[in-house]
T-cell receptor
Framework: NAGVTQTPKFRILKIGQSMTLQCTQD?????MYWYRQDPGMGLKLIYY???????DKGEVPNGYNVSRSTTEDFPLRLELAAPSQTSVYFC???????????FGSGTRLTVV | QKEVEQNSGPLSVPEGAIASLNCTYS??????FFWYRQYSGKSPELIMSIYSNGDKEDGRFTAQLNKASQYVSLLIRDSQPSDSATYLCAVNVAETSGSRLTFGEGTQLTVNP
């Protein structure tokens, strides 16, 4: 039981490049979330999903896209990377009826 | 007004003292409240959840909730250097498309030996 797995752990992108941050959970959780955390700040919600095939925008969705084709996977796509997207990205999941999240270990992204 | 506000840090306490962390929230309809601990360079870890007014104790940690005042707090008794971390208050916000946690900016706690 690995919990929530995020890959890669670190990445440096050039401005204008694209990439996908991977998130997989093996707990059969319906709900999955993507947050970003800037230095010294709390977590801001980018996108979330309440089940396969259903996604919705959070507070800061611009510049990102998601998909949820299976219960296990919730990838986050960055198109045309910008320096403002330099951050640590956390994926989280929870089960129905329980509102505490399990977080992945994070992806530290730098856009130069 | 921010949805979740935490007392500004950093907070420094001596080993063995009580550390008090505070949080206020704006959504009166919120029903679920959480405290996460985040060590530097690591992901947040859930340490306490509270749903009803009053106190909830778990070991050295006590969460307190006052829905009328829209106030949540975390007390850490007998603070240890290993408690040095950033503590994030999170409030569950219900929306038509599903609920989400809204986080405060965190309070950095340092426990000095």
């Amino acid at each position: 039981n690995a919990g929530v797995t995020q890959t890669p752990k670190f990445r440096i992108l050039k401005i204008g490049q694209s990439m996908t941050l991977q998130c997989t959970q093996d707990m059969n959780h319906n709900y999955m979330y993507w947050y970003r955390q800037d230095p010294g700040m709390g977590l801001k919600l980018i996108y979330y999903s309440v089940g396969a095939g259903i996604t919705d925008k959070g507070e800061v969705p611009n510049g990102y896209n998601v998909s949820r084709s299976t219960t296990e996977d919730f990838p986050l796509r960055l198109e045309l990377a910008a320096p403002s997207q330099t951050s640590v990205y956390f994926c989280a999941s929870r089960t129905r009826g329980h509102y505490g999240y399990t977080f992945g270990s994070g992806t530290r992204l730098t856009v130069v | 007004q921010k949805e979740v506000e935490q007392n500004s840090g950093p907070l420094s306490v001596p080993e063995g003292a009580i550390a008090s962390l505070n949080c206020t929230y704006s959504d009166r309809g919120s029903q679920s409240f959480f405290w996460y601990r985040q060590y530097s360079g690591k992901s947040p870890e859930l340490i306490m959840s509270i749903y009803s007014n009053g106190d909830k104790e778990d070991g050295r940690f006590t969460a307190q909730l006052n829905k009328a005042s829209q106030y949540v707090s975390l007390l850490i008794r007998d603070s240890q250097p290993s408690d040095s971390a950033t503590y994030l208050c999170a409030v569950n916000v219900a929306e038509t498309s599903g609920s989400r946690l809204t986080f405060g900016e965190g309070t950095q706690l340092t426990v000095n030996p």
